[in-house]
């Protein structure tokens, strides 16, 4: 059964119809040996842990949430439960600061 999440006052999305999109303003550097995504257009700076390290190529809009959650699997040693959620947090927190967006499918 593919992966779902609910999304209040409409059915559940599946993964593998939402696909996640960098905003265009938002430009990757790299201080002092780590990643942080620079938006241009706010001057807001956002540090990358190991995770959105490895995420955060991946959402160009063309690779699914499934997708990258396979690639998490392949990368990291975790449960599905753990790769499910902390993916989502990653997500969840990427475009609640306005970094990206997630397209429904």
């Known amino acids: 059964m593919p992966a ?3 999304v209040l006052s409409e059915r559940p999305i ?5 696909f996640p999109r960098q905003n265009s303003d938002v430009r990757l550097m790299i201080q002092g040996g780590e990643n942080v995504l620079h938006n241009v257009r706010t001057g807001h700076f956002h540090r990358l842990n ?3 390290t490895v995420v955060w190529p991946q ?15 392949g990368t990291f040693d ?3 439960t753990q790769a ?9 927190q990427l475009q609640g600061d306005g970094l990206l967006h997630i397209e429904k499918r």
């Open 14 to 18: 599946e993964f593998s119809e939402m």
């Open 78 to 80: 975790v449960t599905a």
């Open 84 to 92: 499910q959620s902390d993916l989502l947090d990653v997500l969840v």
């Open 4 to 6: 779902t999440v609910p």
């Open 59 to 73: 959402c160009a809009g063309t690779h699914s949430v499934e997708r990258i959650l396979s690639t998490i699997f």
């Open 50 to 52: 190991v995770l959105g």
